[in-house]
């Protein structure tokens, strides 16, 4: 198993640009996350799904939109991107069986200019 | 309103010496509480997680102590060695709806000298 991976590894925007964080998870989690780390705050949950086709907002969910449409995949869009969100940004799953256990990926590094 | 407040936010510590990191929550709902282990570069890995049913869980050189009238929760680190050197995080969680979302302290870098 790959576990959870994400795509880029990198990434530098210009104010206003859009793109996509692809995540991928091969375990059949039925949850995924997406968090972004800043220093000194921890982690803050943005958008959560608990199944395909279902989605929520979480703690800083601003300027960020999500989907799930297979069980696997969980892609974290930024409309309109913004300085601020100058970020290490993280996704996660978890299972049924693993009750509690979040597995997250390697993140992806964004800089918004 | 940060639910999960964690100190100190560095710590230096000598080979073989005990590392304490500690974590304070305010929702009394929480009723899950994990400490996550974090590599330079790497997403958060679980290290080890507790129940408030109970004081303490030691898993080899790592304790978590509980304190459920406190609203406190602390990681202990017995003989710390080069490789523990990593940024820990405290969390929470509570039961109820499917999604049981954690809550995260701000990070502790543990450095442990040679």
């Known amino acids: 198993n790959a576990g959870v991976t994400q795509t880029p590894k990198f990434q530098v925007l210009k104010t206003g640009q859009s793109m996509t964080l692809q995540c991928a998870q091969d375990?059949?989690?039925?949850?995924m996350s997406w968090y972004r780390q800043d220093p000194g705050m921890g982690l803050r949950l943005i958008h959560y799904?608990?199944?395909?086709?279902?989605?929520d907002q979480g703690e800083v969910p601003n300027g960020y939109n999500v989907s799930r449409s297979t069980t696997e995949d969980f892609p974290l869009r930024l409309l309109s991107a913004a300085p601020s969100q100058t970020s290490v940004y993280f996704c996660a799953s978890r299972g049924r069986r693993e009750r509690n256990e979040q597995f997250f990926g390697p993140g992806t590094r964004l800089t918004v200019l | 309103q940060q639910q999960v407040k964690q100190s100190p936010q560095s710590l230096i510590v000598q080979k073989g010496g005990i590392s304490i990191i500690n974590c304070a929550y305010e929702?009394?709902?929480?009723?899950?509480f994990p400490w996550y282990q974090q590599f330079p570069g790497k997403g958060p890995a679980l290290l080890i997680a507790i129940r408030p049913d109970v004081s303490e869980k030691k898993e080899g050189r790592f304790t978590i102590s509980f304190n459920k009238s406190a609203k406190q929760f602390s990681l202990h680190i017995m003989d710390s060695q080069p490789g523990d050197s990593a940024t820990y995080f405290c969390?929470?969680?509570?039961?109820?709806?499917?999604?049981?979302?954690?809550?995260f302290g701000s990070g502790t870098q543990l450095t442990v000298l040679p």
């Open positions: 799904s608990v199944g395909a086709g279902i989605t």
């Open positions: 929702n009394t709902a929480f009723d899950y």
């Open positions: 375990m059949n989690h039925e949850y």
């Open positions: 969390a929470a969680s509570k039961s109820g709806g499917s999604a049981r979302q954690l809550t």
